[in-house]
């Protein structure tokens, strides 16, 4: 079962190209490359960027490239591998990345709502019962949150200055 | 206590929406266990050896009585008629049906309960000193600081896929009684140069595998700083933390690995990125949380307590049941009551539904109808008045929950054990009754003095044995269960980690070997006064290993 690409306005077709670090690049186009390949591949103008990180590869080692990037996707090498969560804020918090972040791996319905919370704004999923569910568009989520984390999509409600509640 | 709002109610039950929902697509088989198994762990269900085990959140280990008299209702309802209390405050429910367990939780929202976060590698519930709010040596309520945690720390998105377990205490007293530096963050309240209030903050304590006591991260954390502090740690230990090895994957390991100074600076540089942001922590916020915690309508001034003296002098076991048993209050006049668990013979912690409706009652009838749980496996009625205290130990001896023994060698924790748990290598409970019934002689006991004994069925030592003067460790030692002797441990200000004495017990001999410690304590002890731990930290363990295992054991 291949991976289909699924974002807050349902499933997409997938315009990004994967590009392996043994591959030349091509000249034009949407391409995703490994950070040891930033250096190269932003000095060709025509190619819309996008990098792919490794578990554990810091969003700090990339900080300097992140102004010609259109994507960073992150790594869930398994759904128990929190620490994608944390980049994801990192990125859009700290270094203000408006581009499009993707999940990767093992990314399952129940944890996608809190990736939307962290900023992941598309999802590669290939898990038969989360797909089936997307289909629905019914996310199992609490629309309700206890701390603020700095996304658009959640607006002020109730007395507590740390409540949220989802916008629209 | 704190109060839901809308907002708090509507979470709660969109919470329950989501778990029926998880647990309908799981016997739909939807989810493979193994993908159930994170799901119901942040909603608190455990497989064990028989059955599900449904732990619910007691934050803070505070309780109303409705409440209690809801979680009667539930043992009586789903279970089988008890529930057991844990050294986390929270309570567990050990017979439940995974098709119960909607209806279980939405019982509980009613009365403003959840079972939310409280296992999963996510920050469990928040623990506290179970007297806050009433002892005497208190400066700052922790409950306080402790709601906003719960508040913050609940469903977080950042921080749900943790290494591992991620446990926060607080006190704000002088008298360590939430064992602070036993957790992955210890909170001690302090009042900064202008009285204002702040955090002393430790990193890195656990338990377990590898018992550690935390360390010092900052001195003083601004108490408007406080949550943007623990996200720079969480994020941190998040970011960082091994996840390679599951026993290596505490905070404590990490702090352990790269040092408290290399952890510093990177929770610092993290700290300074976040504060000030939407973290921050207003005081008319915290005024606000606070009066949740007012302190009860209490008849001002000094009472006189002569009902009280009079009834000791009457009855003696009434009297020794007062001394061993409360605690001194704040307010004049008014006292706080351990009602123990642990009658002799008894499984620690366990309360039958009776028995919780019982202590509800009189709770509502002495003590402003509120309740706490200890960590020490015990019920607490934090504000009642001196003088009610006849009627309290008589309603609570008709109940069978009049055991004065809070502190004493039969005042012990233990963990389910093998007898409940899939994790354990030995029986916990069976342990702890023989002991109880070896020591059941009162006025031994009080000859005794204060000691605590901590029982852990297996390595992960949810019994505290690490922390217990004496701690008893269960082993598998080739399909046999073995017993190991931890000396000098202690959860408080003055914490330390037992020390192995020796080689191993079998269960026919444990009970028999801390027999012979105690008695070997008493042998050696200045006076009376000198307490068992005090007399270890000076004698150290050679006169107790030598009293196991014979002065020859020292030469080999």
């Not at chain 2, 509507?10 to 329950?16: K, L, M, S, T």
């Given at each position: 079962?291949?991976?289909?690409?699924?974002?807050?306005?349902?499933?997409?077709?997938?315009?990004?190209q994967a590009?392996?670090?043994?591959?030349?690049?091509?000249?034009e186009?949407?391409?995703?490359?490994?950070?040891?390949?930033?250096?190269?591949a932003?000095?060709?103008?025509?190619l819309?960027?996008?990098?792919?990180?490794?578990?554990?590869?810091?969003?700090?080692?990339?900080?300097e490239?992140?102004?010609?990037?259109?994507?960073?996707?992150?790594?869930?090498p398994?759904?128990?591998?929190?620490r994608?969560?944390?980049?994801?804020?990192?990125?859009?918090?700290?270094?203000?990345?408006?581009?499009?972040i993707?999940?990767?791996?093992?990314?399952?319905?129940?944890?996608?709502?809190?990736?939307?919370?962290?900023?992941?704004?598309s999802?590669?999923?290939?898990?038969?019962?989360?797909?089936?569910?997307?289909?629905?568009?019914?996310?199992?989520?609490?629309?309700?949150?206890?701390?603020?984390?700095?996304?658009?999509?959640?607006?002020?409600?109730?007395?507590?200055?740390?409540?949220?509640?989802?916008?629209? | 206590?704190?109060?839901?709002?809308?907002?708090?109610?509507?979470?709660?039950?969109?919470?329950v929406?989501?778990?029926?929902?998880?647990?309908?697509?799981?016997?739909?088989?939807?989810?493979?266990?193994?993908?159930?198994?994170?799901?119901?762990?942040?909603?608190?269900?455990?497989?064990?050896?028989h059955a599900?085990?449904?732990?619910?959140?007691?934050?803070?280990?505070?309780?109303?009585?409705?409440?209690?008299r809801?979680?009667?209702?539930?043992?009586?309802?789903?279970?089988?008629?008890?529930?057991?209390?844990?050294?986390?405050?929270?309570?567990?429910?050990?017979?439940?049906?995974?098709?119960?367990?909607?209806?279980?939780?939405?019982?509980?929202?009613?009365?403003?309960m959840?079972?939310?976060?409280?296992?999963?590698?996510?920050?469990?519930?928040?623990t506290?000193?179970?007297?806050?709010?009433?002892?005497a040596?208190?400066?700052?309520?922790?409950?306080?600081?402790?709601?906003?945690?719960?508040?913050?720390s609940?469903?977080?998105?950042e921080?749900?896929?943790l290494?591992?377990?991620?446990?926060?205490?607080?006190?704000?007293?002088?008298?360590?009684?939430?064992?602070?530096?036993?957790?992955?963050?210890?909170?001690?309240?302090?009042?900064?140069?202008?009285?204002?209030?702040?955090?002393?903050?430790?990193?890195?304590?656990?338990?377990?595998?590898?018992?550690?006591?935390?360390?010092?991260i900052?001195?003083?954390?601004?108490?408007?700083?406080?949550?943007?502090?623990?996200?720079?740690?969480l994020?941190?230990?998040?970011?960082?933390?091994?996840?390679?090895?599951?026993?290596?994957?505490?905070i404590?390991?990490?702090?352990?690995?790269?040092?408290?100074?290399?952890?510093?600076?990177?929770?610092?540089?993290?700290?300074?990125e976040?504060?000030?942001?939407?973290?921050?922590?207003?005081?008319?916020?915290?005024?606000?949380?606070?009066?949740?915690?007012?302190?009860?309508?209490?008849?001002?001034?000094?009472?006189?307590?002569?009902?009280?003296?009079?009834?000791?002098?009457?009855?003696?076991?009434?009297?020794?049941?007062?001394?061993?048993?409360?605690h001194?209050?704040?307010?004049?006049?008014?006292?706080?009551?351990?009602i123990?668990?642990?009658?002799?013979?008894?499984?620690?912690?366990?309360?039958?539904?009776?028995?919780?409706?019982?202590?509800?009652?009189?709770?509502?009838?002495?003590?402003?109808?509120?309740?706490?749980?200890?960590?020490e496996?015990?019920?607490i009625?934090?504000?009642?008045?001196?003088?009610?205290?006849?009627?309290?130990?008589?309603?609570l001896a008709?109940?069978?929950?009049?055991?004065?023994?809070?502190?004493?060698v039969?005042?012990?924790?233990?963990c389910?054990?093998?007898?409940?748990?899939?994790?354990?290598?030995?029986?916990?409970?069976?342990?702890?009754?023989?002991l109880?019934?070896r020591?059941?002689?009162?006025?031994?006991?009080?000859?005794?003095?204060?000691?605590?004994?901590?029982?852990s069925?297996?390595?992960?030592?949810?019994?505290?044995?690490?922390?217990?003067?004496?701690?008893?460790?269960?082993?598998?030692?080739?399909?046999?269960?073995?017993?190991?002797?931890?000396?000098?441990?202690?959860?408080?200000e003055?914490?330390?980690?037992?020390?192995?004495?020796?080689?191993?017990?079998?269960?026919d001999?444990?009970?028999?070997?801390?027999?012979?410690?105690?008695?070997?304590?008493?042998?050696?002890?200045?006076d009376p006064?000198?307490?068992?731990?005090?007399?270890?930290?000076?004698?150290g363990?050679?006169?107790?290993?030598?009293?196991l295992?014979?002065?020859?054991?020292?030469?080999a």
């Amino acid at each position: 079962m291949s991976a289909r690409l699924w974002t807050r306005d349902g499933f997409a077709e997938d315009r990004w190209q994967a590009v392996p670090d043994e591959t030349a690049l091509p000249g034009e186009g949407a391409v995703i490359v490994s950070s040891a390949r930033l250096e190269e591949a932003r000095e060709t103008n025509a190619l819309e960027l996008g990098v792919a990180l490794e578990p554990g590869e810091p969003v700090e080692d990339i900080a300097e490239h992140l102004s010609r990037l259109s994507l960073v996707s992150l790594p869930f090498p398994a759904f128990t591998d929190g620490r994608s969560y944390s980049a994801a804020r990192l990125l859009r918090e700290r270094y203000g990345f408006e581009g499009e972040i993707r999940a990767r791996g093992d990314v399952l319905i129940d944890q996608i709502p809190l990736m939307l919370r962290c900023g992941f704004t598309s999802f590669l999923v290939s898990h038969e019962p989360t797909l089936r569910r997307l289909e629905t568009r019914d996310l199992p989520e609490v629309p309700l949150y206890l701390q603020p984390v700095g996304s658009e999509r959640e607006v002020p409600v109730g007395t507590r200055p740390w409540l949220r509640r989802r916008a629209g | 206590m704190y109060r839901y709002d809308e907002f708090d109610a509507e979470f709660v039950n969109d919470r329950v929406a989501q778990f029926s929902d998880q647990v309908r697509r799981r016997i739909a088989g939807e989810l493979t266990e193994e993908q159930f198994k994170p799901l119901r762990l942040m909603n608190g269900v455990y497989l064990q050896l028989h059955a599900y085990m449904l732990r619910i959140a007691i934050p803070y280990g505070t309780l109303s009585s409705t409440q209690m008299r809801k979680l009667a209702h539930i043992a009586r309802t789903y279970d089988k008629g008890y529930g057991h209390f844990t050294t986390r405050q929270n309570l567990q429910f050990n017979w439940p049906s995974l098709e119960d367990i909607p209806a279980i939780l939405q019982e509980l929202a009613e009365v403003e309960m959840h079972a939310i976060q409280t296992s999963g590698n996510c920050i469990r519930n928040t623990t506290a000193d179970h007297l806050a709010g009433a002892s005497a040596d208190e400066h700052a309520d922790p409950r306080v600081y402790a709601e906003i945690i719960r508040q913050w720390s609940s469903l977080h998105p950042e921080f749900s896929f943790l290494p591992r377990k991620f446990k926060v205490a607080v006190t704000g007293a002088s008298t360590d009684r939430a064992a602070i530096r036993a957790h992955d963050i210890g909170l001690e309240i302090r009042r900064g140069e202008n009285r204002q209030i702040g955090f002393r903050i430790f990193v890195g304590g656990g338990l377990g595998r590898t018992p550690m006591l935390g360390k010092e991260i900052r001195d003083f954390v601004e108490e408007r700083d406080l949550l943007a502090y623990l996200e720079a740690i969480l994020r941190v230990y998040n970011r960082w933390g091994r996840r390679d090895n599951k026993y290596k994957a505490r905070i404590k390991i990490l702090v352990h690995e790269r040092g408290i100074e290399s952890i510093r600076e990177e929770v610092e540089a993290e700290f300074a990125e976040i504060r000030g942001g939407a973290l921050d922590l207003p005081q008319e916020e915290r005024q606000r949380i606070a009066r949740y915690f007012a302190p009860p309508p209490f008849e001002e001034g000094p009472i006189d307590a002569a009902r009280l003296t009079e009834a000791m002098a009457k009855d003696p076991a009434f009297a020794v049941w007062v001394e061993r048993n409360t605690h001194a209050h704040k307010q004049p006049g008014y006292t706080s009551v351990t009602i123990s668990l642990k009658p002799i013979g008894g499984v620690p912690g366990d309360a039958k539904a009776d028995q919780m409706d019982s202590v509800a009652d009189i709770a509502d009838r002495f003590a402003f109808g509120e309740i706490r749980v200890s960590h020490e496996q015990n019920l607490i009625l934090p504000h009642v008045k001196k003088n009610d205290l006849p009627e309290i130990y008589a309603a609570l001896a008709e109940a069978k929950l009049a055991t004065g023994n809070r502190g004493l060698v039969t005042d012990i924790i233990a963990c389910p054990g093998l007898d409940y748990c899939a994790l354990a290598n030995a029986r916990s409970i069976p342990i702890a009754q023989r002991l109880s019934e070896r020591f059941a002689d009162i006025e031994r006991q009080r000859e005794i003095g204060d000691v605590s004994i901590k029982i852990s069925g297996c390595i992960n030592a949810c019994g505290h044995h690490h922390v217990g003067h004496i701690g008893i460790l269960g082993v598998d030692r080739k399909g046999e269960e073995f017993y190991q002797i931890t000396l000098g441990g202690a959860p408080g200000e003055d914490a330390s980690i037992g020390e192995i004495v020796g080689k191993g017990f079998s269960a026919d001999e444990v009970v028999d070997a801390v027999e012979t410690l105690v008695d070997t304590y008493i042998r050696l002890r200045t006076d009376p006064k000198e307490s068992f731990l005090t007399a270890y930290r000076r004698l150290g363990e050679a006169p107790f290993r030598d009293a196991l295992y014979g002065e020859a054991s020292r030469a080999a």
